[in-house]
């Protein structure tokens, strides 16, 4: 029952011949790497707004030089990304470039931002789409988190688990319409101010006060928020090796449609923005309040929302196309598990999408899917994954001096000290609104990095012999002997199974029982010497009902009075349910002895498995 339904959810396994199949054409691929980018429409713009929508300050007319800057700092990292594609076709962006030409500690610094970026993306998202389908329908305002974490769990991380091939064709639609949409409301917006008498732009929009630190702080907020429109940028040069050949051309031709649309998008709904001078509504989104203005509540009113919606939810997937790949080279080099770099049955790294989904699910858990608590978060993790990957090819290109070197060279330089600006702007506008947990979260991931890499480092280390040591040591006979421990609780079919087996690999062997009373222990004892009397049974007693502790220090003081070279054997009887929830209710002794014995040294475990039949 549970393999049908594993395979009506995921699917069917793939060989790995059909790896080919998954790659990716540009058309495909936008939808997939860009739906993040894209869809911060839905929450960028408006996070400029809410922040110079402060009661009593006239400030709301510095939105233009935000929103102007913010386009400008999208055509520097475009560009910048590019280069990143170009120098890095094998994939893993910020990482493998700093890999390559800064050295282990930024590597991991880009490792820790990119990780928190993707986490906080998936969050995001997630939340911002419920944000979407709560304009539309305030009803539901109180399944906020529930309504998070089903869509998280129940369709994008089953979708992702599926494959690369299966999202893509199940995402591509939303994405196309949704930009659709946008592009429809910016037309028929700038139509109606066109037709509609009146300024462009109102007063209140462009009415600014004079510089001051608290004003100047606020811009400077703003201006961070609104960075968060940039994030997935990186997601294209991260993905390289999932498009089809020629990948890099390809890579790159996808990045620039994508900052092209995007450009068009954030521009055009800032200036509808401003010349509506929306202000911040409960439990509404300035998105869905300038909808309304433009369509009305109409049909184009709920399109718009509906895929407004869906690709806020799907732009999690950039995410999920982003981290599992990242962190199965980590793994690759050894600073994340060994299990994050294999890829599943459906030929996606399961266990990284699996990972993410699980810590989006506790953020949002956490932060009650609130978006603006979420991007106080948001933004420096990317950024300064930007800059490192930016500074990392500045030494790329002084060390390569192919063609174009030297313009190569210059425009990353100035993407490195433009992004740079950006991460201290960041964070020290959203330090204590949230931005110092990422400034902990990446040290502390960085320490994991490296706790992890020095643990393969020590095993590598004591596993690994030289080829001819190697064969020494096959060749040479063991010495010593095997001495079989076989707990018994009760006389019973499978303690005979396994003293029947007992008897196939050792001589020695010594059946222990653990009587929690006397009486129990006596007739335990004389059924044994009914079954049994060539074989004695030592019986420990327990009067204070313990039968692990017993065991473990029976077992410590044999290895004690055994030679060195003697191995003891403990064989543990356990059988095998026909349903697997029967298994909770036996072999829970079985299972706590075999975990503490498997810690000693000089004491091989073997579970010993009677199959029933009903």
Not at 394 to 421: E, K, M
């Amino acid at each position: 029952m549970f393999e049908m339904l594993r395979r009506i959810l995921i699917g069917r396994p793939l060989h790995n011949k059909e790896l080919t199949h998954q790659k990716l054409p540009k058309w495909k691929a936008l939808s997939i790497f860009s739906s993040d980018a894209l869809s911060s429409v839905g929450y960028g713009p408006e996070q400029i707004a809410l922040t110079l929508s402060v009661s009593g300050l006239l400030v709301y007319g510095y939105f233009s030089y935000v929103f102007v800057a913010i386009i400008i700092l999208l055509a520097v990292v475009t560009v910048s990304y590019v280069q990143v594609a170009r120098a890095n076709p094998g994939g893993g962006g910020s990482y493998s470039v700093a890999a390559a030409n800064l050295g282990e500690y930024p590597a991991l610094v880009a490792a820790a931002s990119l990780f928190a970026d993707y986490i906080l993306t998936v969050a995001v998202s997630v939340s911002s789409g419920t944000d979407a389908l709560i304009s539309a329908f305030p009803v539901l305002v109180d399944y906020v988190v529930d309504i998070d974490l089903a869509v998280l769990f129940g369709f994008l991380m089953v979708i992702n688990l599926r494959g690369v091939r299966e999202s893509a064709n199940v995402f591509v639609a939303p994405t196309y319409l949704f930009i659709g949409g946008i592009l429809t409301l910016i037309c028929f917006g700038l139509y109606h101010v066109v037709v509609v008498p009146g300024p462009l732009l109102p007063p209140e929009s462009v009415v600014t006060q004079g510089l001051n630190g608290t004003i100047l702080f606020l811009i400077l907020r703003a201006f961070a928020n609104g960075c968060s429109s940039m994030t997935g940028v990186e997601a294209i040069s991260n993905g390289v090796p999932m498009f089809k050949r020629p990948e890099v051309k390809n890579a790159i031709a996808t990045t620039y449609w994508m900052s092209a649309v995007l450009g068009v998008m954030i521009a055009g709904i800032s200036f509808l923005i401003m010349h509506y001078h929306l202000l911040p509504l409960k439990n509404v989104t300035m998105l869905s309040h300038l909808a309304e203005i433009v369509f009305g509540r109409g049909w184009g009113y709920y399109y718009l929302q509906v895929t407004t919606m869906a690709v806020l939810y799907i732009a999690a997937n950039t995410s999920y196309n982003g981290l599992p790949p990242l962190l199965s080279i980590l793994a690759r080099d050894g600073y994340m598990p060994r299990y994050l770099g294999s890829r599943g049955e459906r030929l996606s790294f399961s266990n990284g999408i699996i990972l993410l989904s699980a810590a989006a699910g506790a953020l949002i858990y956490v932060f009650q899917g609130n978006v603006d608590r979420l991007l106080s978060l948001y933004a420096i993790g990317v950024f300064l994954s930007f800059t490192i990957a930016q500074t990392g090819l500045v030494v790329h290109w002084s060390r390569q001096r192919g063609t174009q070197w030297v313009s190569r060279l210059v425009t990353n330089a100035l993407g490195a000290v433009v992004t740079g600006i950006v991460v201290l702007v960041i964070a020290i506008s959203k330090f204590f609104s949230g931005a110092w947990m990422v400034l902990i979260f990446i040290p502390v991931m960085i320490y994991i990095f490296r706790s992890i890499r020095s643990h393969y480092s020590d095993v590598s280390e004591q596993l690994l012999l030289p080829a001819a040591e190697l064969a020494k040591r096959m060749q040479q006979p063991r010495c010593g002997k095997i001495i079989v421990v076989v707990p018994v609780a009760t006389p019973t079919r499978i303690v005979v199974e396994t003293i029947r087996y007992a008897q196939m690999i050792s001589k020695d062997i010594i059946a222990v029982h653990v009587a929690i009373d006397e009486e129990a222990g006596r007739r335990v004892a004389e059924q044994w010497r009914s079954l049994n009397p060539e074989l004695s049974l030592e019986v420990i007693h327990s009067p204070y009902r313990l039968t692990i502790r017993p065991l473990l220090r029976f077992i410590a003081h044999l290895r004690k009075e055994t030679a060195p070279e003697d191995v003891i054997s403990v064989l543990i009887s356990e059988f095998e349910t026909r349903k697997w929830w029967h298994r909770l209710l036996h072999n829970q002794t079985g299972w706590i002895l075999r975990t503490r014995l498997i810690l000693q040294e000089r004491v091989v475990v073997t579970t010993i498995p009677y199959h029933l039949t009903k």
